[in-house]
């Protein structure tokens, strides 16, 4: 089915349909935060080839969340490791 295709956007219109749990299509909308009054909205589209044991990971963002503060916090000389940012989606 996805050999027949002859465009990026009949793809991405058949990863949107959801029809097949191996490809599927994704946005993740996140805010960084960049000064005491602003934040950076990030929005990320992404073509999903693989979801098996997505629901187990889901469990784990709370810990991911976890190792994200502690990169940040260990890293505070340096000011990439705010640009970190550890999720599963």
Request: glycine share 8%; hydrophobic share 45%; net charge neutral.
């Amino acid at each position: 089915m996805i050999g027949e295709l002859s465009s990026l956007k009949e793809l991405v219109e058949l990863a949107e349909e959801g029809r097949f749990p191996c490809f599927q299509f994704n946005k993740i909308v996140d805010e960084m935060k960049v000064s005491a009054w602003g934040a950076l909205e990030i929005k990320i589209f992404l073509l999903v080839f693989f979801v098996e044991g997505k629901i187990f990971m889901e469990g784990y963002n709370s810990f991911l969340k976890y190792i994200e503060n502690n990169v940040r916090k260990s890293g505070r000389k340096w000011s990439i490791t705010g640009a970190f940012k550890c999720y599963i989606d």
